[in-house]
Nanobody
Framework: QVQLVESGGGLVQAGGSLKLSCAAS????????MGWYRQAPGNQRELVAT???????IYADSVKGRFTLSRDNVKKMVYLQMNNLKPEDTAVYYC??????????????WGQGTQVTVSS
């Protein structure tokens, strides 16, 4: 059974940094895209950053220049380094992965979410 487990959230002052990690476990053929979304109270879940299988990385305009996504395909992990955090970055951050399973079924998986709170 495929699982995504996040870690690294917490409380930080504006201007500070946090690094989120996400590990994929279970049997699978391949991980296609892997990245991060976030959802603030009262808002829809939105893309933060994601990397495709071809190593192309997409960032939300609101985080460009401040957040950096990295991916370790061997360890099946994805990271999000968040610098110069702002109060508007406060949200639950979710790891997302598009995974092909052993039976060749391809679907999205989500982690349980990790809270990031930025105080002003």
């Amino acid at each position: 059974q495929v699982q995504l487990v996040e870690s690294g959230g917490g409380l930080v002052q504006a201007g500070g940094s946090l690094k989120l990690s996400c590990a994929a476990s279970g049997s699978m053929l391949s991980i296609n895209t892997m990245g991060w979304y976030r959802q603030a109270p009262g808002n829809q879940r939105e893309l933060v950053a994601t990397r495709t299988g071809s190593a192309s990385t997409i960032y939300a305009d609101s985080v460009k220049g401040r957040f950096t996504l990295s991916r370790d395909n061997v360890k099946k992990m994805v990271y999000l380094q968040m610098n110069n955090l702002k109060p508007e970055d406060t949200a639950v951050y979710y790891c997302n992965a598009d995974i092909t399973s052993l039976n060749y079924e391809r679907r999205d998986y989500w982690g349980q979410g990790t809270q990031v709170t930025v105080s002003s």
